[in-house]
């Protein structure tokens, strides 16, 4: 536990200190600790009277160890700026999360900067179409299966279908929520949200335990969605959406929006349709986002590697990084030569692999 834990938790405890507020504050102090342990009157200057007089009452009363106590009773970890487990992802927002708190196992995923997972974000209306229906659970499920790591914010409708497609494809999926993690919203999403947990996913939130929901929530829980993931889908959702502001978020932050096209005579497809006549990527097909990514050929791979016999499994894994000659493979394997070259003619007859010019193996694919 870092010794700098009970600053950063007292800060995001703290309902007046947002990470603008805070990141002046660490401008001004140099240090987390300093910022908390400041005296009143420098705390009254940088924070103004009414604010600062708040904060100071606020520290003489905040119980870390009693707060810290019931998170660890309740399985949630915090994870701070400093912590190597904080999104990289985020440390790049102007308005990076003082903290954040999470449910389920934080070792099932790698948020570094040079991380090989991919997070993909899916959202839209709370009231889909049967069409939006459809399209959410297709895109959801097979990018799932193609290996990105579905990202929403569990609420009812787009949101929820889009973590149910992951989960059913047995495969992880994260949901950032607008109030304490500890809190199930919507109620109807129950099932959900223990389910997430239980198939190795996570539940986030910049909000402290206990912390319901409010209007502006929803928008700062946006912006997360669309700050850890590489690009963001839009199945359906008003002109007025919440999905629209996530796009947006997206855009600001350097990130692909794909929208799938709908019909102009649905109102529910006025935010993809607006989305597409801004630039965003038309998609008619789970491939066109793989492709972006270089998830097809992954996807591929995976789905040969299934089906071969375990000495072709083998040479494929190491074929699949670089072209080598029978030599260099035997070499490699410690195998003989005239046993590498039977598999490989194998492999090659069956159209997994060819010869390349310099007379190296290489995938077909």
Known sequence: MSDDLPYYLAFSYFPGIGPIRFDILLKHFQTVRCAYEASSKELLQVMGQSLGEKFIRF????????????????????????????????LNLSDAPICLYVKGDLNNFDF????????????GTRNPTAYGKQVTTK?????????????SGMAMGVDGLAHWAAIRADKRTIAFLGCGVN???????????????DSGGLIISEFPP???????????????????????????????????ITARYALAQGKDVFAPPGPITSEQ???????????????????????????????????TLKDLPEEQKRLFQLLSQEAFTPDDIARSIQAPVFRVLTVLSQMELSGIIEKNVAGKYQIKI
């Not at 570094?112 to 959202?123: C, I, K, M, T």
């Not at 895109?139 to 990202?151: D, N």
């Not at 006025?270 to 097809?296: C, F, H, M, R, W």
């Open 59 to 90: 520290r003489t009363e905040f119980d870390f160890e009693k707060e810290l106590q019931e998170m660890i009773s309740d399985h949630i970890h915090v994870v701070t700026r400093e912590d190597k487990k904080y999104p990289y992802a985020f």
């Open 183 to 197: 809190i199930i919203y919507p109620w109807v999403n129950k099932d959900l949200y223990y389910k997430i947990i």
């Open 210 to 244: 206990d912390m319901t929901t409010m209007k502006g929530h929803f928008v700062s829980r946006n912006r997360l969605i669309s700050g850890i993931s590489r690009g963001v889908f839009v199945a359906e959702g008003l002109k007025d959406s919440g999905s629209l």
């Open 269 to 303: 497809s006025q935010a993809p349709n607006i989305l597409l006549k801004d630039g965003a990527k038309l998609v008619t097909s789970v491939e066109d986002i793989l492709e972006e990514y270089g998830l097809k050929e992954q996807e591929l791979i995976q789905n």
């Open 139 to 151: 895109f959801s499920r097979e990018l799932a299966e193609a290996g990105a790591i579905i990202v």
């Open 112 to 123: 570094r900067e040079n991380s090989n997972d991919l997070y993909f974000a899916v959202v």
